[in-house]
């Protein structure tokens, strides 16, 4: 815990600095939720084909997902989604006429949640 997946665009392959964006989330979600950084994990998933409305160019986006065990406010839950949206505008620069659709969620891991380490 925390589990954070990162869903984005193709066309922002060269222009989002994810292992910069990661280590400034994971610092982020120490900071606001109280969680351990070396407990904090990351995943980005690359998505090829994005399309918005009727375009299916043009458009590029990103949607953080954080996981995080129940007991954290809803305060702290705003909180920290509109951190991650800040630090989603430090790195990601789009390639010019590229509109970006940025979007970011908490969400309690299900009770069932377990995890192991080998």
Not at 92 to 109: F, T
Request: with cysteine; aromatic share 6%; proline share 4%.
């Amino acid at each position: 815990m925390p589990q954070i997946t990162v869903d984005y665009s193709a066309q922002l392959a060269d222009d989002f600095d994810r292992p910069a964006f990661a280590r400034a989330l994971h610092t982020t979600v120490v900071e606001i939720a109280a969680a351990k950084l070396p407990a904090c994990k990351t995943q980005f998933r690359r998505t090829e084909d994005t399309t918005v409305g009727e375009d299916t160019q043009g458009h590029a986006v990103v949607h953080v997902t954080l996981g995080l065990l129940a007991g954290r406010t809803d305060e702290t839950k705003v909180r920290l989604t509109e951190a991650v949206l800040d630090l989603l505008r430090q790195h990601i620069k789009p390639a010019e006429g590229l509109a970006l659709h940025a979007s970011a969620e908490v969400r309690d891991l299900d009770p069932s949640y377990r995890k192991f380490e080998g």
